[in-house]
């Protein structure tokens, strides 16, 4: 497995509270625009997304693409660091 970003581990390394959409791995200012313009202006948005889809990788990275037209890599950066997030968390 690749190693995660200094971004990623920020952000698993600690609670949510209301962090913006763009702080999650993955999620840079272009594709964070695009979610804040469909109404995932926090990173919990994208959480509760994320658990609405039962946390199933395929189903999140579709999403994901589909709603701000997010790459393989930037898919699987957001999927991961929010299933981390979820597993130290939750």
């Not at 200094?6 to 702080?23: I, N, S, T």
């Amino acid at each position: 497995m690749s190693s995660t970003s200094q971004k990623h581990r920020d952000f698993v390394a600690e609670p949510m509270g209301e962090k913006p959409v763009m702080a999650l791995a993955g999620i840079g200012e272009v594709y964070g625009k695009r979610l804040e313009e469909k109404g995932f202006d926090k990173a919990y948005v994208v959480l509760g997304q994320f658990l609405v889809l039962k946390k199933d990788e395929e189903l999140f990275r579709d999403w994901l693409k589909d709603t701000c037209g997010a790459n393989v890599k930037q898919q699987g950066d957001c999927y991961g660091c929010l299933k981390e997030w979820c597993d130290a968390f939750l």
